[in-house]
């Protein structure tokens, strides 16, 4: 039986694959101490999605410790040497990352590399899967030219129509706290596929999203601006007239690709996913298909300052991930994607 240990087994990510690959008969381990409820406070307690985990997976063994501890870290891969890690654990805010710098380096860049040793190791056939993040370009995304549509901005050069591609910069460029975090652990992940050889691969994500998010105004995009519609509460824009867009994928899909990823390795590889083109949509645009769902105005605030090195408009290309690995797409829809976030909050806040 083929063995997944999951760093932030708890989080959106993680549980998703968690869940995923115990479906398909693997043995899952899953690293997570509830960190989030810590950064976030208790709307983003992921204790229920621990608890559901431990209900629904039959496999599933949960490890509550700090993955910056270096010596439980090493323990754990010697105990599991597991066939594939996946490594989701991370202060995942963008603007929480400059009131904690120490604390988001530690477990975004240190802990990768703590992995990535030990991985070397103890588990040096695994393929390792690093969630990286669209944040590795920092806001240079934002030096091209942008046409204003009616509600979203969008990028003006047909060259630009499928999105950021893997060769944009990485650098000379506004990342803010998290996003050099995140280029520091991605660029040491390629390293340890190109200098010692592992199957080790960065996933830059545009916005992730499901039902398995304890979602706060910090992070969580799309599921935090379904449940502040479904409460009747008022969301909060920074800048750029509400028309700042984004591509969403679902976790789900994030799995999809983690598995095929695992069925191909390469080595030291890096890919833009997201939801594309088709799943992109503005702040503005996603009241519409809220309202479209509840019936119910989204009650908004308009702040005029932007969020420091906010994307206007970021859009993953999918064409490398898609060349790749043919098997590979998206099956979750925006409508969808929507629906599902509806659904699930109505249930949850009942
Ligand atoms: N959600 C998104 O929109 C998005 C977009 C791009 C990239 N990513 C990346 O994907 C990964 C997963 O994101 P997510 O949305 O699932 O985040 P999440 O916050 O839902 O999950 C991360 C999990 O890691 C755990 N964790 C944090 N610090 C820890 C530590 N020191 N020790 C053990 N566990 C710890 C948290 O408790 C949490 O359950 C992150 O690396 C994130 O940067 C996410």
Same mark, same amino acid.
């Given at each position: 039986?083929?063995?997944?240990?999951?760093?932030?087994?708890?989080?959106?990510?993680?549980?998703?694959?968690?869940?995923?690959?115990?479906?398909?008969?693997?043995?899952?381990?899953?690293?997570?101490?509830?960190?989030?409820?810590?950064?976030?406070?208790?709307?983003?307690?992921?204790?229920?999605?621990?608890?559901k985990l431990q209900t629904k997976c039959?496999?599933?063994?949960?490890?509550?410790?700090?993955? !910056?501890?270096?010596?439980?870290?090493?323990? =754990? @891969?010697?105990?599991?040497?597991?066939?594939?890690?996946? *490594?989701? %654990?991370?202060?995942?805010?963008?603007?929480?990352?400059?009131?904690?710098?120490?604390?988001?380096?530690?477990?975004?860049?240190?802990?990768?590399?703590?992995?990535?040793?030990?991985?070397?190791?103890?588990?040096?056939?695994?393929?390792?899967?690093?969630?990286?993040?669209?944040?590795?370009?920092?806001?240079?995304?934002?030096?091209?030219?942008?046409?204003?549509?009616?509600?979203?901005?969008?990028?003006?050069?047909?060259d630009y129509y499928d999105g950021i591609?893997?060769?944009?910069?990485?650098?000379?460029?506004?990342?803010?706290?998290?996003?050099?975090?995140?280029?520091?652990?991605?660029?040491?992940?390629?390293?340890?596929? !190109?200098?010692?050889?592992?199957?080790?691969? =960065? @996933?830059?994500?545009?916005?992730?999203?499901?039902?398995? *998010?304890? %979602?706060?105004?910090?992070?969580?995009?799309?599921?935090?601006?379904?449940?502040?519609?479904?409460?009747?509460?008022?969301?909060?824009?920074?800048?750029?007239?509400?028309?700042?867009?984004?591509?969403?994928?679902?976790?789900?899909?994030?799995?999809?690709?983690?598995?095929?990823?695992?069925?191909?390795?390469?080595?030291?590889?890096?890919?833009?996913?997201?939801?594309?083109?088709?799943?992109?949509?503005?702040?503005?645009?996603?009241?519409?298909?809220?309202?479209?769902?509840?019936?119910?105005?989204?009650?908004?605030?308009?702040?005029?300052?932007?969020?420091?090195?906010?994307?206007?408009?970021?859009?993953?290309?999918?064409?490398?991930?898609?060349?790749?690995?043919?098997?590979?797409?998206?099956?979750?829809?925006?409508?969808?994607?929507?629906?599902?976030?509806?659904?699930?909050?109505?249930?949850?806040?009942?």
């Open positions: 039986m083929q063995k997944l240990l999951v760093t932030g087994s708890n989080g959106l990510v993680g549980s998703t694959v968690v869940e995923y690959f115990d479906a398909l008969g693997w043995r899952t381990y899953g690293i997570d101490n509830n960190m989030r409820k810590e950064f976030f406070g208790t709307n983003a307690d992921t204790g229920w999605m621990l608890s039959k496999r599933f063994t949960y490890f509550n410790f700090d993955i !910056r501890d270096r010596k439980m870290v090493e323990e =754990c @891969l010697v105990e599991v040497r597991p066939d594939m890690i996946v *490594h989701a %654990a991370a202060q995942p805010s963008h603007d929480l990352a400059a009131s904690r710098p120490f604390d988001d380096f530690e477990i975004n860049a240190l802990s990768t590399l703590i992995l990535l040793e030990f991985t070397r190791r103890h588990a040096p056939e695994a393929t390792f899967v690093y969630m990286s993040s669209n944040k590795v370009y920092g806001d240079a995304p934002n030096e091209l030219a942008m046409q204003e549509l009616e509600y979203r901005w969008d990028y003006a050069l047909p591609s893997e060769s944009f910069r990485i650098d000379r460029s506004q990342h803010s706290i998290f996003g050099a975090s995140k280029v520091a652990a991605d660029v040491m992940v390629q390293e340890y596929g !190109r200098y010692f050889g592992l199957r080790t691969c =960065c @996933l830059r994500a545009g916005c992730i999203t499901g039902t398995g *998010h304890s %979602a706060v105004e910090l992070h969580g995009f799309l599921s935090y601006l379904t449940r502040v519609a479904i409460m009747n509460e008022t969301y909060r824009i920074f800048g750029y007239k509400g028309k700042q867009v984004r591509d969403n994928i679902d976790s789900y899909d994030i799995a999809t690709f983690i598995e095929q990823f695992h069925d191909n390795p390469q080595i030291g590889e890096v890919y833009n996913i997201g939801g594309g083109r088709e799943n992109s949509c503005s702040i503005m645009e996603a009241f519409g298909y809220i309202e479209h769902l509840t019936g119910t105005k989204v009650k908004y605030e308009y702040i005029e300052q932007v969020r420091r090195g906010d994307h206007i408009c970021y859009i993953s290309d999918l064409k490398k991930a898609r060349l790749n690995y043919p098997g590979w797409n998206i099956t979750k829809n925006l409508p969808t994607i929507f629906e599902n976030l509806v659904d699930s909050w109505k249930q949850k806040l009942n």
